[in-house]
């Protein structure tokens, strides 16, 4: 079991004096008295501190909706029109992109049930890793948390913040440039907020993200509405076109299928709290079954409804698709989309920093990243390091402004391990044949997302090869020279105790342990 030491090396001569030193929420430690300074200081505590159940089915859906429905269903819902050609199949593809999404997190659920840790496709990968040999077995889960920690999660994070920005000072500006340094500044305060409210209570963060999720589709809700009413009154022309000039090409299809699977990102991100979900076996799956679907209707309806009022050229050629929308259909009242947008980022980054922080958390509880970022609040069973390093690899990735370019040649990584993740249901199928499953997909899904994955991820090289992957690769391999002397040596950094000692002290966290569900 972890030690909660607090004993600062500095000052090493203790008088015999001894006396308990109470912490936060019961906790208790010897107290031994410096004589050099005569200040009190911990010197070891044997406890855990265990992170709480307080994710029920709302908040558990709410995660998944909110942390789906970003900016890009109000901003940019072009990249499936654009690859496809014709309005009906871009439909098609919308529910196609809903099903494959459901697939997925359906058997991610069945691995969420079966190991019931906090982290998702990090766990899964350590766990059906074993079947490697003993030195190469965390291999996969260490590079997943590596691309994970350092690239992918602080760059959506750090997007959907920027989105943020834009619409929160647009509306100040007309139709003068935003300038991009506020965009920036006002993108780190919400990053800020955000991490404060994740700091502070994982209760009061949950009921954050409830919140913003019914405020989005209120706001999907009014374009709906504005939809049907629109249809109601014979705008049906563009609508009438259906399947006319469906393209034949099947790489610009694919490119169509990938760009609406990007927009429904985020179908996994329960698992990264599957600790802190309460009767995961039963709401981890249910969580799924009813978030994943209501985000599919909101997608199709909400494009359908763009498109009572805009043909197919005028979508594609819209900088804000709901702006548009709003403007031709709302009129004055056209002011609330940008209001939509800004409240449906900010609940989008909360979720962002919500599931982006977890990872972090249990790779150092597995020793694959430092053991300090597992460590828990005391007072408030916040993973607070984990929070603030978090938020600090985002803001330094904000302030380049290379986030975009990131993301487009970091996002087939991501397939490649979802389609790692899906042989992990496989592999633990064959290893652990014996062992309860409170949920089980038909064998057919993931060897169906296992074929998507691979194909996502060779797609896009193969339809445009750019230097680019090839460095998304390297970056990816990179993560050997850190695993070969830290993990695999087990060098420690004893020189940074003293950094450790300090940030227990300031912060009041203590190790964490694994709380099984009852």
């Given amino acids: 079991m972890n030690r909660y030491s607090l004993i600062e090396p500095e000052s090493p001569v203790l008088t015999p004096r001894m006396a308990p030193h109470q912490l936060p929420n019961g906790y208790s430690a010897p107290l031994a008295m ?17 992170m709480k159940k307080r994710l029920g089915l709302m908040g ?3 995660l998944i909706v909110g942390t789906m429905i970003g900016s890009g269903i109000f901003v940019s819902p072009k990249g499936v029109l654009a690859g496809c050609g014709s309005i009906g199949l871009s439909l098609v593809i919308w529910v196609s992109c809903g099903v494959i999404s459901l697939f997925g ?74 300038p991009d340094v506020l965009v920036k500044l006002v993108a780190i305060l919400c990053i800020c907020i955000v991490s404060f409210v994740n700091c502070y209570s994982v209760k009061l963060a949950n009921k954050v993200q409830i919140v913003f999720t019914v405020a989005k589709l209120l706001a999907i809700g009014v374009i709906v509405v504005g939809g049907f009413i629109m249809l109601a009154q014979g705008n049906n022309e563009y609508l009438m076109e259906g399947f006319q000039d469906t393209t034949h090409d099947l790489s610009s299809i694919a490119l169509a299928f990938y760009d609406g699977l990007w927009a429904y990102d985020g179908w996994n991100n329960l698992n990264y709290a599957t600790e802190e979900l309460q009767n995961p076996f039963v709401n981890l799956p249910r969580a799924i079954m009813i978030g994943i679907p209501l985000v599919t209707v909101c997608y199709l309806l909400t494009n359908i409804s763009y498109l009572t009022v805009m043909s197919k050229e005028t979508l594609l050629q819209s900088p804000a ?3 548009t929308w709003g403007s031709r259909v709302l009129g004055p009242a056209s002011l609330i989309i940008p209001l939509a947008v800004a409240l449906s980022t900010f609940g989008a980054a909360n979720g962002s920093c919500f599931t982006g922080c977890r990872l972090a958390y249990v790779a150092a509880r597995e020793h694959h990243l430092p053991e300090v970022l597992s460590y ?15 938020t600090i690899v985002t803001i330094l990735m904000i302030i380049p402004g290379n986030i975009f370019s990131l993301i487009d040649f970091f996002s087939f990584t991501a397939w490649l391990f979802y389609g790692a993740t899906m042989a992990c249901v496989l592999i633990l199928r064959h290893t652990r044949p014996h062992e309860p499953r409170p949920y089980r997909v038909p064998t057919a899904i993931p060897v169906v997302m296992l074929i998507i994955s691979v194909y996502l991820v060779v797609a896009p090289i193969a339809h445009n090869p750019r230097i680019e992957f090839l460095y998304a690769t390297l970056f990816v391999l990179s993560g050997m020279i850190f695993y070969i002397p830290f993990i695999a040596c087990k060098v420690r950094l004893t020189f940074l105790n003293p950094l450790v000692t300090a940030i227990q002290c300031a912060l009041q966290v203590a190790p964490s342990a694994y709380l099984p569900p009852e």
Avoid at 149 to 160: N, R, T
Wanted: charged share 10%; aromatic share 14%; proline share 7%.
């Fill in 105 to 178: 997190a359906l058997t991610y659920a069945e691995l969420g049930t079966l190991i019931t840790k906090s982290g998702a496709e990090y766990v899964y990968l350590l766990e059906a890793g074993q079947v490697l040999p003993n030195q190469f077995a965390p291999i996969p889960a260490f590079l997943f948390a590596w691309v994970s920690i350092f690239i992918l999660k602080p760059a959506l994070f750090g997007v959907i913040a920027l989105s943020f920005g834009i619409y929160a000072v647009e509306p100040f500006f007309g139709d003068c440039e935003v």
């Fill in 34 to 50: 410096d004589s050099a300074s005569g200040s009190p200081v911990v010197v070891e505590e044997s406890k855990t501190v265990q």
């Fill in 376 to 390: 828990v609040q005391i007072n408030n069973f916040t993973p607070l390091p984990s929070v603030i390093f978090s």
């Fill in 321 to 323: 698709v709901a702006a």
């Fill in 60 to 62: 558990g859906t709410a």
